[in-house]
């Protein structure tokens, strides 16, 4: 990604877009994602342990990534 995106909502599949970004670029993340027994999702299954493999390669050291619960 390129700095047309600072400070910029990105919507979509994260873990395609996450795929985009370079190493160390991103510096917070807030995230809620679903929890897969406590709602239907019409059968779409999440992908959580890509997602935070991909939130752990783009994170800048020293960046946040927050977690709701």
């Known amino acids: 990604m390129t700095k047309k995106h ?7 599949d994260c873990f395609e877009l996450m795929k985009k970004f370079s190493p160390d670029s991103i510096d917070l993340t807030v995230t ?7 709602r239907v999702y019409n059968g779409y299954e999440f992908n959580f ?10 994170t800048k050291p020293g960046g946040v990534v ?3 619960i």
């Open 32 to 38: 809620s994602p679903p929890y897969d027994n406590l």
């Open 6 to 12: 600072l400070d910029t909502i990105i919507h979509g």
């Open 49 to 58: 342990e890509g997602i935070v493999q991909q939130l752990y390669r783009i």
């Open 66 to 68: 927050v977690w709701v």
